[in-house]
């Protein structure tokens, strides 16, 4: 039987329209352009309203953050046969494959994907002056590692990136285990990186300024999914973990903050207030993982 990530799994995907409403202020591409195709011209007030609580300013910058992390890595590589998983109203795949030489397979859950489609077709429509037959929309749940092999065999022979954001921490550890067992097996046949922005952990005592980095909604979602259990102890804890899968750290990416197009929404904050969150302990990171050959 194929394992699902969890029944409820329509709430996460409700969780990625809120990413994109988010990632709309940013200068991520697409974003914004899809947002107002989903939800309107209006769809901006969403972040706007938002944007004098320092929290939510926290939370735009970590989410572009992320964002640019992968694709900094990808760029760092020149890796040109990519696949991302779960990557719900992200359009990555639709920019990257404006280079032709790359071939670009983007994934998530056969309903996310299906809606999808219907936002990249009018997304290239109104958008891409470039061709776009080098990205590849498929159906796919990670847990399913021959519909995951499946994939895979679509690149022609050589190296590939698997890549992902905003997975792992919907993942209990029995979870990410598996996963690590179906991309080790992957990688190891064929040979590639797994570049993933997921390296989350606990988050402990909480920063006062930072403890509305969500709102009411957001938190009672996170804990309905058991986020803050899902993530590592600690980013020693973290290096174990995939050390215990077979896998080695090739490299921390690091995205530097001039590249972050939300950076400057903080001038509004009054400097008193920026000079709390000095010293604020990182959350997350992005790694690229090898597989560990001996
Ligand atoms: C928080 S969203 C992140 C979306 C996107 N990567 C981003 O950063 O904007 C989590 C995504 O994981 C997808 N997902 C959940 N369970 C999955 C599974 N078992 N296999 C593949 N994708 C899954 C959801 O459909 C959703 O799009």
């Known amino acids: 039987m194929k394992e699902l990530l969890n029944p409820d799994f329509d709430s996460i995907s ?77 359009f990555r795949g639709l920019s990257m494959c404006k280079d032709p030489e790359i071939c670009y397979i983007d994934t998530d859950l056969p309903q996310i994907i ?43 022979t050589g190296a590939f990136a698997i890549v992902n954001e905003g997975l792992l921490i919907y993942l209990n550890e029995r979870q990410k285990r598996k996963l690590c067992l179906i991309i080790h097996n992957l990688l190891s046949e064929r040979g590639g990186y797994w570049i993933t922005a997921d390296i989350y952990i606990k988050k402990g005592i909480q920063h006062g300024i930072t403890k509305n980095f969500y709102d009411e909604r957001g938190k009672k979602f996170l804990a309905e999914h058991h986020v803050e ?27 530097p903050r001039s590249e972050l197009s939300s950076i400057k929404l903080l001038e509004k904050i009054p400097r008193f207030k920026l000079k709390e969150l000095k010293g604020r302990k990182k959350i997350r990171e992005t790694w690229i993982l090898e597989t560990n050959k001996s």
């Open 114 to 156: 299906e809606t999808k489609k219907v936002i990249v077709k009018e997304l290239t429509k109104r958008f891409c002056k470039y061709p776009t037959e080098n990205l590849f929309q498929q159906a796919l749940n990670v847990l399913d590692e021959d519909a995951f092999a499946e994939i895979i065999n679509r690149f022609s």
């Open 229 to 255: 259990e899902n993530k590592f102890e600690n980013f020693e804890a973290a290096k174990a973990f995939f050390k215990n899968c077979g896998f080695n750290i090739f490299k921390k990416i690091e995205t």
């Open 14 to 90: 409700h969780s990625a329209k809120s990413l994109l409403l988010t990632k709309a202020l940013t200068t991520i591409p697409f974003a914004k352009e899809a947002a107002n195709l989903i939800w309107g011209e209006n769809s901006m007030q969403y972040g706007k309203k938002r944007l004098s609580s320092i929290g939510f300013l926290l939370r735009l910058i970590h989410f572009e953050d992320r964002y640019r992390s992968v694709d900094k890595a990808l760029t760092e590589f020149g890796i040109k046969n990519i696949v991302e998983f779960s990557s719900g109203f992200s």
